[in-house]
């Protein structure tokens, strides 16, 4: 019953302990390491023979060797050190004799890393060799010709291997295990005490699978890097290469700042220059077109073939009188005809080349000209305003705000 309690209970730690790493691992709370694995294994459990080997099995009598399949969990509570609760089944078998003992094993193991313990990953970074010492729950049935008997009891299990690293997810094994057992497996008959070897003995050679559960880019913790040994001038030297890194950053950023600030200053100036060019271009787009009404409006009066003078259709450019506008052509002929008059009564003014008729749209304006001095235009203007009152001076070519209102004024006499 004590036994019964003692495994129990450790049974109950076991499960908690896994229990723990699972809930963990699925809330994503152990993301450095693959802690849960799964273990498969086979191998032999060797025989108890006559003379004394340090492998062969001990019994009150003498066995055949005899396979062993096992399956195991296993979880890393640190690199070094892990916890696995496991099952095996064996058949122990009389080499003379006709009893045969079916052996189901509940084991709890400690798993000691030497990789991660004696530093041995500074050999090798895929070689693991470890320790193991654990308890078992031995749940046994005893077969011979003449009785049957099914018992159980506590052992305890011994042992070592190698671990041999085949990728994060898959390791592979090799295990060596000493399991001290009941004297009770092999000596059952006729409820006899013990008879030979003070307790039964099973020793057993694996080898195996091992699955690794969790993120592709972790690994088990057995296979954690050696970690780096740093010396004190070495540790100043990396501080103060830390601290140059940072400096060095933080001026990064004060020259990225100072970049976006004198990006956005150009920025703006380009943005002015721009403008800039903008309006000149507006510029020169008026003064062409001012240019080009100017060319068209100093076109030079035509000389007919026949020698008499005609003038041009197009209004040239200079200052003008205008007398009179009307929408009738007739009503125009006659003030041409007047102002005409009045202007040949002035012998300083040759009437036949100033006063023309111009139509502008509907209107037919009476003008006078062309004076290319202002003041001779004021001249003939008061003049005529003892003729007619609402004569003005008027110059060509006109203003461009103004030019649209022109655009089509032509002399048709």
Known sequence: MKHNKLFITGLLVAIILFSSGYFSLIKGQDQDYRRVSLSVSGGATFANEDGFSLFESRFNVPTETSGILGIGLQYAITPAWSLEGGYSY?????????????????????IFNLNQILSFNRVSNSINPYLTVGIGYDLYNYESSSESINNNDISYNLGAGIAFKASNTI?????YEYNIASNKVDNLIGGQGNNGFGADVLTNLTGGIRINFGDKQTTHPSWRPVPVEVRPERYEYLVSQDKLAESLKQKVADLEKELELQDKKHSKQVSLYEQRIDSLNQQITKLQTQLKHAQDSLASISTSDDGSAERD??????????????????????????????????????????????????????????????????????????????????????????QELYEDISVIN
Do not use: C, W
Request: hydrophobic share 35%.
């Open 313 to 402: 259709k197009s209004i040239s450019a200079g200052h003008y009188v205008q007398v009179f506008a009307t929408l009738g052509l007739e009503s125009a002929k006659d003030v041409m005809s007047k102002t005409t008059s009045v202007l040949n009564d002035d012998q300083n003014y040759d009437s036949n080349d100033l006063v023309f008729i111009a139509k502008r749209k509907q209107f037919y304006e009476v003008l006078i000209g062309t004076f290319s001095d202002y003041q001779k235009a004021q001249e003939v203007l008061n003049m005529m305003k003892g003729v007619y009152g609402d004569s003005f001076i008027i110059t060509f070519p006109r203003p461009v705000s103004l």
């Open 171 to 175: 390791d592979l094994f090799t295990h």
């Open 90 to 110: 064996t058949q122990i078998r009389a080499s003379s004799g006709d009893f045969t003992t079916d052996m189901n094993n509940i084991t709890l193991k400690n």
